[in-house]
């Protein structure tokens, strides 16, 4: 029992201290891609390997944990209003540099080149304004992950990909009545 | 002259084109993208009498000809049935080559025997004629079943390779091969649908793409998926390429896939 204790530790100890074989193996192939290529591959930060190690599907014990390191990397924008302008909103929505939105998702119900890996956001403000909703919308936008652990929807906010101030901007294009998505 | 005629006429072509995919973005209901490239894939027929592809066929089928450096010709290189043997060869790449003693697909072999049979200087190598090259082999495997079967242990460890790159989840979009392709195969992005690799993800390359009248090979459609997930495309011939068109590959033929006409015709 003691021994199998030991040997367990010393196994651990192995591979904390230098990579494994297989792992060697796969960056020498990571570099056969070149700099750049290998560069962004291996700038993995903690949740993108835990996503890629477990094929995206965290063990249970796991999950509580994530979230909150996923929640700990949202930025609010300094005013505090987490509801924009919603015309600047469907600028970022749209934008595929920046939000991209509808690769995934359909939104203002004219736009029919929409994907459909995502639930459809048409006529996402029925649910309200509440604080809650206004929370939850600015927060699943800012990082995806904070809710769902290795989601296919990137955490736009975590990457820079849009500001803290262009979230709420997009909240707005979801939420308020007066957005093209809200319109009947 | 294959060649100068096949710039004349992908030129005139190009016109069509964007005038077929203006129709095609803009109107009131998406059309079937599938569909749309039937409809001008026909198009192109009536009008050329020929396919853009063949086109790419006909100058590989020069290149493959013509005498290196060394004096000689392509048809000096073992593919993977042996020396001369085309028939067949693309279906069962990538696989492991004694004489370079790794794992090759199609355009690398070809790479390779450029240089070790042909003797050209790898600068002296184009990219365009490899393109052109690995479609006139890859048209000797058309509608073939796809035989990727990783047996020697460098082709399972470039399968376990390759899986693992699947799942690598990375870059500003957090993205992996498998989130789309597995997870949510069935579904599309924008108007695009997407396959899983047990679907025959994959089966359509080297294929001559209107949207973009250009040729794309494997690898060209695997560096066009890294770069829309924000993830600097790998360099040529890498194992990066290769393993993950062994994984691919190897789940087609789990699920007993073919490949379509090739080379294809697609947006």
């Not at chain 2, 790419?56 to 060394?70: A, Q, T």
Request: charged letters at 25%; a positive charge; aromatic letters at 12%.
């Amino acid at each position: 029992m003691r021994r199998k204790a030991v040997l367990l530790g010393l196994l651990l100890g192995i591979g904390l201290s230098q990579m494994g074989p297989f792992r060697a193996r796969f960056e020498a192939a990571l570099h056969s891609g070149g700099h750049e290529f290998a560069q962004v591959m291996l700038a993995q930060d903690k949740g993108q390997a835990l996503c890629s190690q477990y094929r995206d599907k965290l063990p249970p014990d796991l999950i509580p944990g994530f979230l909150a390191e996923q929640k700990a990397l949202i930025k609010y924008p300094a005013n505090g209003k987490l509801m924009g302008d919603w015309r600047n909103g469907e600028k970022v929505f749209t934008d595929p540099k920046r939000g991209n939105c509808y690769a995934c998702h359909a939104g203002v119900p004219e736009e029919v080149a929409y994907g459909t890996m995502g639930p459809s956001l048409t006529a996402y403000g029925q649910r309200g304004t509440a604080e809650p909703v206004v929370r939850y919308t600015y927060e699943k936008i800012y990082n995806a992950w904070a809710f769902v652990p290795c989601s296919l929807m990137y955490r736009g906010g975590v990457h820079g990909l849009f500001t803290p101030e262009e979230t709420a901007d997009l909240v707005a294009f979801l939420l308020d009545p007066e957005s093209p998505i809200n319109r009947r | 002259m294959g060649r100068k005629r096949r710039w004349i006429l992908l030129g005139v072509v190009a016109l069509g084109t964007w005038a077929g995919f203006g129709a095609y973005t803009q109107q009131q209901k998406p059309l079937d993208p599938f569909e749309e490239a039937m409809r001008q894939r026909q198009m192109y027929l009536e009008t050329f009498g020929v396919l853009p592809g063949e086109l790419f066929v006909e100058e590989g089928k020069e290149l493959f000809f013509r005498k290196g450096p060394s004096g000689k010709t392509l048809e000096e290189c073992d593919f993977g049935k042996g020396k001369g043997v085309l028939e067949g060869v693309y279906a069962i790449l990538p696989k492991y080559f004694p004489d370079t003693k790794r794992v090759e697909d199609l355009e690398t072999r070809v790479y390779t025997c450029m240089q070790t049979v042909q003797g050209f200087k790898p600068s002296e190598i184009k990219r365009d004629e490899v393109k052109a090259i690995t479609t006139y082999i890859a048209s000797f495997s058309s509608k073939a079943r796809i035989q990727v079967v990783p047996k020697h242990p460098a082709e399972l460890a470039m399968y376990n390779l390759g899986r693992e790159l699947w799942y690598t989840r990375a870059g500003a979009r957090d993205m992996s091969c498998a989130v789309c392709h597995d997870q949510y195969a069935g579904q599309r992005v924008r108007l695009s649908p997407v396959r899983s690799p047990k679907q025959g993800l994959g089966n359509e390359w080297p294929a001559y793409r209107f949207e973009e009248d250009k040729l794309y090979t494997m690898q060209d459609r695997i560096d066009f998926c890294y770069e829309s997930i924000a993830i600097p495309k790998p360099e040529f011939y890498s194992e990066v390429h290769i393993a993950l068109t062994v994984y691919m590959l190897a789940e087609a033929t789990k699920a007993g896939r073919s490949f379509e006409e090739l080379p294809f015709f697609t947006r």
